[in-house]
T-cell receptor
Framework: KQEVTQIPAALSVPEGENLVLNCSFTDSAIYNLQWFRQDPGKGLTSLLLIQSSQREQTSGRLNASLDKSSGRSTLYIAASQPGDSATYLCAVRGSGNTPLVFGKGTRLSVIA | EAGVAQSPRYKIIEKRQSVAFWCNPISGHATLYWYQQILGQGPKLLIQFQNNGVVDDSQLPKDRFSAERLKGVDSTLKIQPAKLEDSAVYLC???????????FGPGTRLLVL
């Protein structure tokens, strides 16, 4: 059974810092991995999707990497801003039409 | 493009009562998902529809939860009777296909007293 772990559970940083969020998964036979953002009281917004054959994806100040063999992904946020404050969730999908399995998320606070 | 719509946004009921949630996916999306997100946890898939057929309902507590997707568009999720542990946010999501990016609605926050 796939399990997804996110470390740290919470993180507080001053504005302008570069930061890394970590995600690990137990079964390396994945189809893809997604990073989502969730603001309080709202649904999830997809940030980046990495296919199993890819090593990384970039969108603006966000960069996500995938090391399938070691069961790890990182989300790198450059020059953090207060507007980046949210919970970041990692989710993996196995092969076939299997459901997304989510981690518990990392709650990020960027202090102005 | 309009996003995924859900209603109601909030619901408070007493245990053993019934409740229903509604979801309207993004136009043209064939796949619809219902997730349960308990406070402090990641979302857990309850049921996945492809058009109006069920693809995966292995984690749906079928003794009290039911869901349908009328004509392959809107969907309703029902709980009858509700238990205290059903207090959670119920998220609806949709996608073009079963393996593509999912778009989430704002969720319905349920409190069972």
């Amino acid at each position: 059974k796939q399990e997804v772990t996110q470390i740290p559970a919470a993180l507080s940083v001053p504005e302008g810092e570069n930061l890394v969020l970590n995600c690990s998964f137990t079964d390396s036979a994945i189809y893809n991995l997604q990073w989502f953002r969730q603001d309080p009281g709202k649904g999830l917004t997809s940030l980046l999707l990495i296919q199993s054959s890819q090593r990384e994806q970039t969108s603006g100040r966000l960069n996500a990497s995938l090391d399938k063999s070691s069961g790890r992904s990182t989300l790198y946020i450059a020059a953090s801003q207060p507007g980046d404050s949210a919970t970041y969730l990692c989710a993996v999908r196995g092969s076939g039409n299997t459901p997304l399995v989510f981690g518990k998320g990392t709650r990020l606070s960027v202090i102005a | 493009e309009a996003g995924v719509a859900q209603s109601p946004r909030y619901k408070i009921i007493e245990k053993r009562q019934s409740v229903a949630f509604w979801c309207n996916p993004i136009s043209g999306h064939a796949t619809l998902y219902w997730y349960q997100q308990i406070l402090g946890q990641g979302p857990k898939l309850l049921i996945q529809f492809q058009n109006n057929g069920v693809v995966d309902d292995s984690q749906l507590p079928k003794d009290r939860f039911s869901a349908e997707r009328l004509k392959g568009v809107d969907s309703t999720l029902k709980i009858q009777p509700a238990k205290l542990e059903d207090s959670a946010v119920y998220l609806c999501a949709s996608s073009w296909g079963g393996e593509e990016t999912q778009y989430f609605g704002p969720g319905t926050r349920l409190l069972v007293l």
